[in-house]
């Protein structure tokens, strides 16, 4: 691979060192050297790896430590062995949309392959507790942890939650880092001006929304998700999560999980999930999906938090 010398910086982010050749605005800088970062993100020439392994009609190439894909008019990118990101730009793509995918689905495939557990959505410190808010894109996951946000709680990832476990098995979220992706739609309800936010990509209505002041720079135990879920309802309905159904829940909300099976990682997850399903408190918030409900779904996460709180 032809690497190409740029400017180079290193920043902290998914409790890892990351050097990186492409400058990555959306985390925090640290001085250290090259050689001492765990993770290094590299540009390189991946054409000729990619027609060899590709094959018609498919976008990813997974095995064991190896993760290739190709995003049309963006880049390809590879990930190896949960220590190296290379990434091949293609000519005339634009640089929010190939580090959109660097910080995305290289980080969950990344994460995955040093055995730390990739959630898809987002998580906030309550009280001392960590909590994650999972679900399917567009389900209002973002706007949900802004809601929590405005009443004074702290940011610890949107879109990539990192999972691990302490000795005993305590499952632990790691910050990621201090931005939250929202719709101009979101933005309008909590009054937000978009005026000086970047948008996510070029000519879209998704904002970056640094999190400075309110981000959680410190593991923290995990010990409740709630799964939010758009649907034809009127009102909010609020049920909890079965013991065995929780297992569907963690392995669906796993970020990019179709690198599950492919890199023969199933035994790892299902260990994963088993140290989780019976430790922490599981919901599924189903909300009407032409209603603004953030602030109704904000009151009752509250509200069970502070009733497991007087139980304990």
Same mark, same amino acid.
């Not at 997850?269 to 602030?295: C, E, G, W, Y």
């Given at each position: 691979?032809?690497?190409n010398?740029?400017?180079?910086?290193?920043?902290?982010?998914?409790?890892?060192?990351?050097?990186?050749?492409?400058?990555?605005?959306?985390?925090?800088?640290?001085?250290?050297?090259?050689?001492? *970062?765990?993770?290094?993100v590299?540009? @390189?020439?991946?054409?000729? /790896?990619? $027609?060899? +392994?590709?094959?018609? #009609?498919?976008?990813?190439?997974?095995?064991?430590?190896?993760?290739?894909?190709?995003?049309?008019?963006?880049?390809v990118?590879?990930?190896?062995?949960?220590?190296?990101?290379?990434?091949?730009?293609?000519?005339?793509?634009?640089e929010?949309?190939?580090?959109?995918?660097i910080?995305?689905?290289?980080m969950?495939?990344?994460?995955?392959?040093?055995?730390?557990?990739?959630?898809?959505?987002?998580?906030?410190?309550?009280?001392?507790?960590?909590? *994650?808010?999972v679900?399917?894109?567009? @389900?209002?996951?973002?706007? /949900?942890? $802004?809601? +929590?946000?405005?009443? #004074?709680?702290?940011?610890?990832?949107?879109?990539?939650?990192?999972?691990?476990?302490?000795?005993?098995?305590?499952?632990?979220?790691?910050?990621?880092?201090?931005?939250?992706?929202?719709?101009?739609?979101?933005?309008?309800?909590?009054?937000?001006?978009?005026?000086?936010?970047?948008?996510?990509?070029?000519r879209?209505?998704?904002?970056?929304?640094?999190?400075?002041?309110?981000?959680a720079?410190?593991?923290?135990?995990?010990v409740?998700?709630?799964?939010?879920?758009?649907s034809?309802?009127?009102?909010?309905?609020?049920?909890?999560i079965?013991?065995?159904?929780?297992?569907?829940?963690?392995?669906?909300?796993?970020?990019?999980?179709?690198?599950?099976?492919?890199?023969?990682?199933?035994?790892?997850?299902?260990?994963?999930?088993?140290?989780?399903?019976?430790?922490?408190?599981?919901?599924?918030?189903?909300?009407?999906?032409?209603?603004?409900?953030?602030?109704?779904?904000a009151?009752?996460?509250?509200?069970?938090?502070?009733?497991?709180?007087?139980?304990?």
């Amino acid at each position: 691979m032809m690497i190409n010398t740029l400017k180079k910086f290193t920043y902290k982010a998914f409790g890892l060192s990351i050097f990186s050749e492409f400058f990555l605005p959306e985390l925090p800088q640290i001085d250290m050297e090259e050689h001492l *970062a765990s993770v290094k993100v590299h540009k @390189a020439d991946l054409a000729g /790896l990619w $027609s060899e +392994l590709s094959e018609a #009609g498919r976008y990813f190439v997974v095995e064991k430590d190896f993760t290739m894909f190709h995003v049309p008019d963006t880049a390809v990118y590879l990930v190896k062995n949960g220590r190296e990101i290379f990434v091949s730009p293609i000519e005339g793509s634009e640089e929010d949309q190939v580090r959109l995918y660097i910080l995305g689905t290289c980080m969950g495939a990344l994460l995955m392959q040093r055995m730390v557990l990739p959630l898809h959505g987002s998580a906030l410190v309550i009280d001392g507790k960590a909590y *994650a808010i999972v679900g399917d894109s567009g @389900a209002g996951k973002s706007t /949900l942890a $802004s809601a +929590l946000l405005k009443r #004074g709680y702290q940011l610890l990832s949107d879109d990539v939650i990192p999972v691990t476990f302490s000795e005993k098995n305590v499952p632990i979220v790691t910050p990621a880092y201090p931005q939250q992706k929202l719709w101009q739609e979101s933005l309008d309800q909590f009054g937000i001006d978009s005026e000086h936010l970047r948008p996510i990509i070029d000519r879209e209505t998704k904002f970056a929304v640094p999190v400075l002041e309110q981000f959680a720079d410190k593991p923290v135990p995990l010990v409740g998700i709630f799964e939010l879920i758009r649907s034809n309802v009127n009102e909010i309905e609020v049920n909890p999560i079965q013991k065995l159904e929780r297992f569907h829940t963690l392995f669906h909300h796993t970020y990019r999980n179709f690198i599950i099976s492919r890199s023969g990682i199933m035994d790892w997850h299902f260990s994963a999930s088993a140290n989780m399903v019976n430790k922490i408190d599981f919901h599924r918030l189903i909300r009407p999906i032409n209603q603004f409900t953030a602030d109704k779904l904000a009151d009752f996460i509250l509200t069970r938090v502070n009733r497991k709180e007087e139980i304990v």
